[in-house]
């Protein structure tokens, strides 16, 4: 049975006006006058009377198809130009369902090559806490969708991060439920403004990329129904998302695009939801599960809704009325979002003004972890000279790797932008210290042992040769010198005049070991590259997604010179590359003697390091990769005045934060990511940021560190953790964080008082807090209001008790100095409940709740209690 849409789960008072005059989600914007029936072979025909109801429309047109077409609807075109779509029918005027990558802007690494808007990662996005920036950003992903041809973007993801060593913890929302639901349904809500087709994925507890295609997790109803279904119950509910992804993994013996309460007793029954589902790459293993249990429509082809589909319905395995609404599903959503209706040529992008957002949300999800003795924010006038420093000061850290990847349309290092900002009112004194970080094992080979061809006196590098084709034949469309062989896949194309595919690269230098030894070279790439040395081939590696490192070991003498050449080749996919070196025990490093120097002479030094997370790999732990944390503990011995800068898809340990004077978590911050930095660093913009996620000490900290939990035993992973993921693991267990969920500092300071809980009609509770600005700058602050369990209930269910507390409700505010303002926040009835599994029903029981609000979830000074008498709610 279908149940009507329900209320919001929880709203965030102080933007309801904002996002209440958004575009309804859904909402196609308005059909231009002369649509595509105009003139068409089926002019005339009644499903495209844009008067009548999606459904009926529907309905009429579902009459026509002959079951070929049917089946036809419901897979992507079998080919490396068209996997993402599926054809037209011309004869009924259906259009085309267009499908890229996302959800971080418009993705490059499938087979259809754009360049567009590289947004901030979404964790990012998450840590703004804020909806009206989430919307902003959605509207970019739409309205670039629709630019380039396609209307149906696939994201966001609302996976819960509930280990950070999974490799795709920055294209999601963080760990917590509530925050992941109002941020996603905000982000919906922008991308589906645009006339374009949200995808929720990926359905449900994509968690972890060890295993993912068949891992199997065992997760109780509770746990399902507290954390990790909260935030798609949100998306559709609140979002009103047009089309759902099921996962690749397991869950509770069955693959998620086969489960039956997952897809049909959950989705689409209990919630409602009215769109289609979409199975990740390869994730339908049995064709008549798959089309009896939910699953709408395959990717990337007809490996079992196409002719098998067909063969399953002739034979009776699949009955006609569940084809029909698979079938009825994908064209009312094409039908709901106007695709039927309006021309789609391709646009060109609005550069400037969707640069203005990247940027915004930039600097609203940067998070200042530390300052000490108000290093920050920098100051022209007092910081005559400044050292920048790292391998993510030099580069544009746009984006994490995988089928999330973007090529930019421009990027800004941080380099550029602190440049461009100081304009010459401050020396700014740049060293590396480190190369690139990539995919693979780091460092990269550094510049300072290889010479390019016909070197200056001092140059260091490789001489690097771009062609138009993969051959490596002709004349270059460019030639310059390149400090180390690295190719980031979010970079975008390298040089001016390469095509998007089908293009090579040579590197050619002379490498001099700087001492006796057994080196070892890494070359990770995606498609094929060969390392030579002394002409010979030392590696060979045919590559793959979204990178494969190969190592050789070769034993060199110091001071002799030895020709060095790396080829590759990007017939399609990926641009990804690094040449990587692991040297023999005791070898001066010469980059971070530079760096250490650099900050010697500086009123201030800023480290810019970095991780780069990726779909495909786990991290094996959180550390920084290479030697960035001895370069950062150099340069902070060599001036107390350090501030760390971080660019990572996710929580890091810091084993030098007590030698540092600031740290910002900036996330990876997008194509604006120079001017982001520069803003926050400046005191342009107030740090506005607060994490999503909880950064521990150690990794034995993490709720599930034990091999049975994650990453599996024999193929299965026990969520035995329960409901503590996150910050309720830390509270449950009395463990301090490095920083706690909901963290992050201002440029000023903020008084809270005057807490106040007010019952309303229908069960909700209007929480008001007064906020004052108590420094002399403007600021950010996020008031957040967590709610507890009843005193006095006990267990719930054996071996399970009420989490000791739960976000609840936040609000950004933004206040002059001496600013007062009284914070409305209005928490639902469902605040107060616990899933009964049982019972299968929200239920609240009776009892005092307390409600703490503050600005982290270790930092909520204010209590108070409210009495809720009990009983079901929805």
């Not at 690494?109 to 754009?114: E, F, N, P, T």
């Not at 490996?303 to 063969?311: I, R, T, Y």
Request: proline share 8%; glycine share 12%; net charge negative.
């Amino acid at each position: 049975m279908l149940r009507t849409r329900q209320a919001p789960l929880g709203t965030v008072a102080a933007l309801a006006l904002v996002l209440a005059l958004a575009p309804a989600a859904g909402a196609a914007p308005a059909a231009s006058p002369a649509g595509p029936a105009a003139g068409s072979p089926c002019a005339g025909a009644p499903w495209l009377n844009r008067h009548l109801s999606p459904d009926r429309r529907t309905d009429l047109l579902l009459g026509q198809l002959t079951l070929d077409e049917k089946i036809g609807l419901l897979h992507s075109i079998s080919d490396n130009e068209h996997a993402r779509e599926i054809p037209p029918v011309p004869r009924l005027c259906i259009p085309a369902l267009k499908l890229n990558n996302g959800p971080a802007g418009v993705g490059s690494s499938g087979v259809v090559q754009v360049q567009s808007t590289a947004l901030p990662a979404p964790l990012g996005e998450a840590a703004s806490f804020d909806p009206a920036v989430a919307h902003a950003y959605g509207a970019v992903e739409g309205r670039e969708t629709w630019a380039t041809g396609r209307n149906l973007m696939e994201g966001p993801n609302l996976n819960i991060a509930r280990t950070p060593l999974n490799g795709r913890t920055f294209e999601a929302f963080g760990e917590d439920p509530f925050l992941v639901g109002q941020i996603a349904a905000a982000n919906i809500r922008g991308i589906q403004s645009e006339g374009v087709i949200a995808n929720a994925k990926h359905y449900l507890a994509n968690n972890q990329e060890v295993d993912r295609d068949s891992v199997n997790e065992l997760i109780d109803d509770r746990t399902l129904h507290e954390i990790y279904l909260p935030g798609f119950e949100a998306s559709v509910k609140q979002g009103g998302t047009g089309s759902v992804m099921c996962s690749k993994n397991k869950v509770n013996g069955s693959y998620a695009c086969e489960h039956q309460q997952l897809l049909n007793e959950v989705l689409k029954d209990d919630w409602g939801f009215d769109g289609f589902v979409v199975s990740d790459f390869s994730s339908c293993h049995n064709t008549v599960r798959c089309a009896t249990n939910g699953m709408d429509f395959e990717l990337p082809d007809g490996a079992h809704f196409g002719a098998p589909l067909k063969a399953a319905v002739e034979s009776g395995q699949v009955s006609v009325a569940d084809l029909d609404d698979h079938v009825h599903r994908v064209l009312r959503t094409m039908f709901q979002f106007g695709l039927f209706d309006r021309p789609h040529p391709t646009t060109p992008i609005e550069v400037a003004r969707d640069g203005a957002v990247a940027r915004a949300a930039a600097e609203a999800g940067t998070v200042l972890l530390k300052n000490s003795g108000r290093v920050l924010p920098l100051d022209p006038r007092r910081d005559r000279s400044i050292a920048l420093i790292g391998p993510a000061a030099g580069t544009a850290m746009t984006g994490g790797g995988g089928s999330v990847g973007v090529a930019p349309l421009y990027k800004v290092s941080p380099l550029e932008g602190i440049i461009r900002r100081v304009a010459g009112r401050a020396q700014i004194n740049y060293a590396a210290g480190m190369g690139p970080v990539d995919l693979g094992p780091q460092p990269a080979l550094p510049a300072y042992t290889v010479t390019p061809e016909n070197a200056a006196a001092g140059e260091h590098g490789f001489t690097a040769r771009y062609y138009a084709n993969t051959t490596w034949s002709g004349e270059p469309t460019l030639t310059r010198t390149d400090q180390w062989v690295d190719m980031d896949p979010t970079g975008g194309i390298p040089a001016p005049g390469l095509p998007t595919n089908g293009w090579s690269v040579r590197w050619t230098g002379t490498f001099t070991a700087p001492v006796d030894g057994d080196f070892t070279f890494h070359l990770t790439n995606h498609a094929r590259a060969t390392l030579f040395l002394d002409g010979a081939t030392v590696i060979n590696n045919g590559g793959g997604f979204p990178g494969v490192t190969r190592s050789a070991t070769v034993h060199l003498t110091a001071g002799q010179p030895h020709p060095i050449r790396v080829d590759w080749a990007k017939p399609t996919g990926q641009a990804m590359i690094e040449l990587a070196w692991t040297p023999p025990a005791g070898t001066p490093n010469v980059e971070i003697a530079e760096a250490a120097a650099a900050a010697a002479q500086s009123a201030v030094a800023v480290v810019f390091v970095s991780t780069k997370d990726t779909e495909g790999f786990d991290r094996t732990d959180i550390s920084l990769p290479g030697h960035q944390d001895a370069l950062i503990e150099a340069v902070a011995a060599a001036n107390p005045r350090t501030v760390v800068v971080l660019n990572t898809g996710g929580p890091v340990l810091m084993p030098w934060l007590s030698k540092v004077a600031g740290v910002l978590e900036a996330w990876y911050p997008g194509e604006e990511a120079g001017n982001a930095a520069a803003a926050v660093l400046f005191g342009d913009t107030d740090p506005a940021g607060r994490l999503p996620i909880t950064f521990p000490r150690s990794l034995a900290d993490l709720p599930a560190s034990t091999p049975a939990q994650y990453p599996g035993v024999g193929g299965v992973a026990t969520y035995s953790e329960g409901l503590d993921v996150g910050y309720r693991h830390f509270d449950a267990n009395g463990i301090t964080p490095l920083f706690p969920f909901g963290y992050g500092l201002s440029y000023t300071t903020f008084r809270l008082n005057q807490l106040r809980l007010s019952p309303q009609r229908g069960g909700t509770v209007l929480v008001s807090v007064d906020v004052t600005n108590t420094g002399r700058r403007r600021g950010s602050q996020v008031v957040q209001v967590y709610v507890g369990g009843a005193d006095g209930t006990g267990p719930i269910t054996p071996g399970q008790v009420a989490p000791p507390r739960r976000l609840a409700g936040f609000a950004k505010v933004s206040l002059a100095p001496g600013q007062h303002r009284r914070v409305l926040v209005s928490l639902p009835s469902r605040a107060f409940a616990h899933w009964d599994s049982t019972g299968q029903r929200w239920l609240v029981n009776p009892g005092n709740y307390p409600v703490s609000v503050g600005t982290s979830s270790r930092d909520l000074p204010l209590t108070a209690a409210i009495h809720r008498s009990g009983g079901t709610v929805s």
